[in-house]
Structure formats: structure tokens, C-alpha cells
């Protein structure tokens, strides 16, 4: 297993399906196999630097949840073992170990179906304007980072370019169908009902998350990341302080580096100084550490 970050896979010979901000996607007979690369993007733009590890962080996090989660839905994984592969990707082992799922084929619905137990990121802004969250009116008086009175389920359109954008209930219904639309929202709090419940009692708190279903023949599953720090945030609760942003175990660290430095968020992206690269790689380890109770 290579220890180099890994910016880019290249299979030879082995069907590239997509190539997404973090994830490369390969063809695998009738399955796909999915490989988390150490990329990194922020406000929409891949930077030029990956995060050692990262991509290893996010495979074995949602092999984690998918293992623990298998109870409330089923899922696309088929393994996680490159010797369960087709025999292309054998050659490929030292890009592939510890980083990459092979999975069924799934009809993914065109939604982000976001949980939010807290009022933060797009969501404090939206309350801030208008008192409520993807048209869920919420109690006056909430500060930033505030625990809502219950969870919400708050989807988004996924975007092709630029960022996701937040939708209301009825607007999901309308795309995707009242009764898958109902399904997918019951799903997504039952999910991260029992995430959060277990990620407190180790310490962390996850603010939001955000899940993709699809369809494979007439079963619905989850697929794709799985509360990861990537599609989630996770912060310490020793030091939960409502009333402002709390420190994280996501990108957020990152985030605040770009800010810091007054980029334009127009390409092209800066690069990250070592140790911004450094304490990011150690956030994500430190976050699948506390959460599954083992080392990377």
C-alpha cells in the first residue's frame, strides 16, 4: 500500500466512468469501483495540494457506517477487498488498498438529502434571512450553532458546477415524487438520528450530513461517502460553545486558511503551506479515531 498521496488514480486499460472533485470512478463489469483519491476542493475548486491519508479516512469511515448502518437501509457496497475485483485491477493494488469500495451500479436520485441537527453553514445563513431553513420554520432567537428542537431534513439540488442548491420539501417532492421524496426524508433523520446518538457518546457532535440514495432495480439504498468529515460536520462537544462557529474535524480548517489569506475564490486555487496540509491530515485521522475506536 503506497504511502504517497494520491492526487490521481490511473488504471491503464481500466474503463474511467467519471472524475469527481475527490472520488475516480472506474467500470467493473456490471459494478463500479469507486476510489477516494487525497484531493481536496473548497468553495467549489479542487486545490492543488492533496491531504495525505484523506482519501483512506473516507473509505474506511464509511465502511464503518455502512457495516452499522446496514439495519435501517441497505446499501451499494459489494467489497472492499481489491482481491474480490475483476482481474484489471489486480496490477493496481498500491492505488487501490484501503481507499477504494467495488459496488453495484445504482439509479442515483437527484438530491442531497441533508440532515441538520444544528444551526450552521447554509442553513444559519438562510435563518438569518428568513427564520426558517429550506422552508422549516424554526423558533426566533437561535444563534449560530444553536441544537435545533429536532432534526430537519433539508435537501438540495445537486450541482453539475458551483455550489448544491437549497431546496424546500415540495420543490424534492416535485422532482423526485411524493412517496420516494417521503422515504428518503424518513431515511435520512432515522440515519442520522442513530449516528449522532452514537457520535456523542464518543465525543462528537455532527451537526449536519448529508446522504445520496438510489435505486438498484426497485430497492432503494444509500450510496456514495457515508458520514464522513468530508459530508459532515463533526465537532468536539467538550468544546461546544453555541453563539458562533465551533472548531471542527472537517475542511472547515481549511476553509478558514483561504479566508485568512483573502483568495478571490477564482482559479486558479492556492496551495496549501505544509502545515495547513499537515493538521488537516491529522483532523481527518483524529476524527475516524475517536468515531470507530481504532487507528487508521
Known sequence: M?????????LAAVPLVSRGKVRD????????????????????????????EKGRVLTQMSLFWLTKLRDIVPNHLISADVADYPAAFQPFRDQLEGRSMLVRRAAML????????????????????????????????????????????????KA??????????????HAIGLDVATRVRDLTLAIYKRAADYAESRGIIIADTKFEFGFIADELVLADEVLTPDSSRFWPSAGYRPGGAQPSFDKQFVRDYLESIRWNKQPPAPSL?????ERTSAKYREAFRILTGKEL
Do not use: M
Request: proline share 11%; with cysteine; net charge negative.
Open 273 to 277: 503551506p505544509d502545515e495547513v496540509v
Open 110 to 157: 437527484p438530491l442531497e438529502c441533508v440532515a441538520r441537527g444544528y444551526v450552521s453553514g447554509s442553513g444559519w445563513k438562510d435563518y438569518q434571512r428568513t427564520g426558517a431553513i429550506c422552508g422549516i420554520n424554526l423558533p426566533p432567537g437561535l444563534r449560530e450553532s444553536d441544537r435545533l428542537p429536532e432534526p430537519i431534513f433539508t435537501p438540495a439540488t
Open 160 to 173: 453539475q458546477a458551483g455550489h448544491d442548491e437549497n431546496i424546500d420539501f415540495d420543490t424534492a417532492a
Open 25 to 52: 470512478i472506474y467500470e467493473a463489469g456490471e459494478h463500479l469501483v469507486i476510489v477516494a483519491t487525497d484531493r481536496l476542493s473548497a468553495f467549489d475548486y479542487i486545490l492543488p495540494r492533496p491531504i495525505p
Open 2 to 10: 503506497s504511502s504517497q498521496p494520491l492526487f490521481e488514480t490511473r
